[in-house]
């Protein structure tokens, strides 16, 4: 830090400059991310209240009664308004307070593994690393979803939580929670969802017709759920939701702060500090779309999504991993090496998704048609410039 200041419209100037550096929402390129632009109109609001925080609620009693509502709606959305739960910094954050809970819950039994599908979000891994649990990662089936035997054969006296996906990171795929639930009740073990993405897609797929599994609290062995505001919902960052079916469920994970609200309110979430901005600016986006609003969003990017497969089916040496099940597509090549594609679209300034099997893109609201023929125009450029190899062996990174 320099001894004087700088003057704001240096300092602007540098910024424009450094920031030149990132990529953004308006350009094609940014096809792998589960985020996108907020509405205009929430940005107003963010910036409106930024100094709101909900680490000491009894200071900002009206922005507490906003996130209220905000989980009443989520909860509603999910088949509980009833639930309780919070606005956190995003999916990591509410996945580690549902196994912070499921662990809590479980302490005297001297349970500590966690089971998981292989396709679960390296959330998990993070809470196992942090509270000494063991992750038991479940093989996937034909359909990429769990294996269900897997799951039962993996529950153990040690079992504290088994994890469902709704909407999985790599696939957007929906894992059969509806036996997750039963297995969860017959054994009393705690079933967490995270539906971080899903969240905000699967409710008005199933408004548009689409049959879809049931994943939420209307089944009566889900304990929590992982919602993202700030994915599809097209809430600003940081915008994570985590829902209890009851307050039950995380009373053993609460904390007494008396310095904080003269010790009326008490904390589950792993960070103390947070922002009331987001959880602002989620309630006025989430009134100001409403379910109509957010059906037409989905319904874009469905439409979009399917016109994005069809053209991916054209290209040569490129195949779908499976028909998309919302708006996310896997693709990879018996011909080339998925890591040379990823590469080569990189130099073009596409930036997708590289897991160890697939190449994966995410048809958010911010993409548009020309975005997604410009990107087949250029995959095919770079397909028709590679030499095929017998068996592609690649190096993958994340």
């Not at 300092?11 to 991310?33: F, Q, R, T, V």
């Not at 993996?154 to 929906?174: F, H, P, Q, W």
């Not at 250029?378 to 095929?388: H, M, N, R, Y």
Request: charged letters at 25%; a neutral charge; glycine letters at 8%.
């Amino acid at each position: 830090m320099q001894m004087n200041g700088c003057s704001a419209e240096k300092i602007l100037k540098k910024l424009g400059k450094i920031m030149g550096a990132d990529m953004s929402y308006e350009e094609p390129g940014i096809l792998g991310s589960m985020c996108t632009s907020p509405l205009e109109f929430a940005n107003q609001i963010f910036a409106t209240y930024l100094h709101k925080n909900l680490g000491d609620p009894g200071l900002w009693l009206g922005t507490w009664a906003i996130e209220r509502d905000v989980i009443k709606m989520l909860g509603n959305l999910l088949n509980d308004p009833n639930c309780s739960g919070y606005l956190v910094t995003g999916g990591t954050e509410a996945n580690l307070i549902a196994m912070k809970a499921a662990r809590d819950t479980a302490r005297f039994d001297g349970r500590s593994e966690i089971v998981v599908p292989e396709s679960a979000h390296a959330s998990f891994d993070k809470a196992a690393d942090l509270m000494r649990l063991k992750v038991i990662k479940v093989p996937l089936n034909e359909e990429y979803t769990v294996d269900i035997e897997g799951v039962e054969e993996a529950i153990s006296k040690r079992t504290v939580a088994i994890v469902g996906i709704a909407g999985s990171t790599s696939l957007g795929t929906i894992d059969n929670v509806e036996k997750l639930s039963e297995i969860a009740l017959d054994h009393g073990i705690y079933l967490h969802v995270d539906a971080a993405f899903g969240g905000f897609v699967i409710p008005f797929m199933k408004r548009m017709g689409y049959e879809l599994p049931k994943f939420d609290f209307e089944l009566p062995g889900v304990l929590s759920i992982t919602v993202d505001p700030h994915k599809m919902g097209l809430g600003p960052i940081p915008s994570g939701g985590i829902l209890f079916r009851s307050e039950q469920n995380i009373v053993k994970s609460f904390y007494n702060i008396p310095y904080l609200a003269g010790g009326k309110f008490k904390q589950a979430t792993i960070v103390g500090t947070r922002s009331g901005a987001s959880v602002i600016a989620t309630w006025a986006i989430m009134k100001f779309l409403g379910i109509m609003g957010y059906i037409d969003i989905v319904r874009k990017c469905m439409k979009l999504t399917n016109y994005f497969a069809d053209s991916l089916r054209e290209i040569e040496g490129i195949k779908l991993v499976r028909e998309p099940v919302m708006n996310i597509i896997g693709f990879t090549s018996n011909k080339f090496s998925n890591y040379k594609i990823d590469k080569e679209l990189r130099r073009k300034r596409w930036a997708i998704g590289c897991f160890p099997d697939m190449l994966r893109v995410v048809v958010m609201p911010h993409i548009q048609k020309s975005h997604v023929d410009k990107f087949i125009h250029d995959l095919k450029k770079i397909t028709a410039s590679l030499i095929p190899e017998e068996t592609p062996k690649d190096k993958y990174y994340l």
